[in-house]
T-cell receptor
């Protein structure tokens, strides 16, 4: 069965510091992988997606993610965090990008 | 840009009431989804639809039904609302491998 694990419920980083949010997935075939961001009281916005090809994908707002098949991971990174990045982040996996399974989310707090 | 709209941002209903949540997308997407979101549980799929008049159960369909009479509109129905259905409800649409696009959500409170 498909599943997504985001091991960190909360993460706090200082503004300007680097960020890595972890995501591990379980999927029987080649996965489609996504990262979404949700600001308080809002819907989810797609940050980036991986389907095939280059395992390092670039997204919006300066985010990137790396697909590592051997580790079943798709971690999200940003070299320098801004206060406006404070939000909840969701990793998701699916077979064709249509029906997805989401992780429980990681809440990012940014301290000044 | 894809736009997914939901009929209400906030809704308060009483136990036993019939509740309709409406979702409309403007990008001619084949697929539409309804999720509920609760703290610590992430998004859980209630129902989805791959075509007009077609529906499939997701992971937590109990207590809900859906209707898709037109391609752009997907309705979630709570036949008899209960307090344990108090939640944030999110609608999404997708086409091929583009990923899902979400509406702003409806925060439903059942008293």
């Amino acid at each position: 069965a498909q599943s997504v694990t985001q091991p960190d419920i909360h993460i706090t980083v200082s503004e300007g510091a680097s960020l890595e949010l972890r995501c591990n997935y379980s999927y029987g075939a080649t996965p489609y992988l996504f990262w979404y961001v949700q600001s308080p009281g809002q819907g989810l916005q797609l940050l980036l997606k991986y389907f095939s090809g280059d395992t390092l994908v670039q997204g919006i707002k300066g985010f990137e993610a790396e697909f590592k098949r051997s580790q079943s991971s798709f971690n999200l990174r940003k070299p320098s965090v801004h206060w406006s990045d404070a939000a909840e982040y969701f990793c998701a996996v699916g077979g064709d990008g249509n029906k997805l399974v989401f992780g429980a989310g990681t809440i990012l707090r940014v301290k000044s | 840009d894809v736009k997914v709209t939901q009929s209400s941002r906030y809704l308060v209903k009483r136990t036993g009431e019939k509740v309709f949540l409406e979702c409309v997308q403007d990008m001619d997407h084949e697929n539409m989804f309804w999720y509920r979101q609760d703290p610590g549980l992430g998004l859980r799929l209630i129902y989805f639809s791959y075509d007009v008049k077609m529906k499939e159960k997701g992971d937590i369909p109990e207590g809900y039904s859906v209707s898709r009479e037109k391609k752009e509109r997907f309705s979630l129905i709570l036949e008899s609302a209960s307090t344990n259905q108090t939640s944030m409800y999110l609608c999404a649409s997708s086409s091929s491998s583009l990923g899902q696009f979400f509406g702003p959500g409806t925060r439903l409170t059942v008293l």
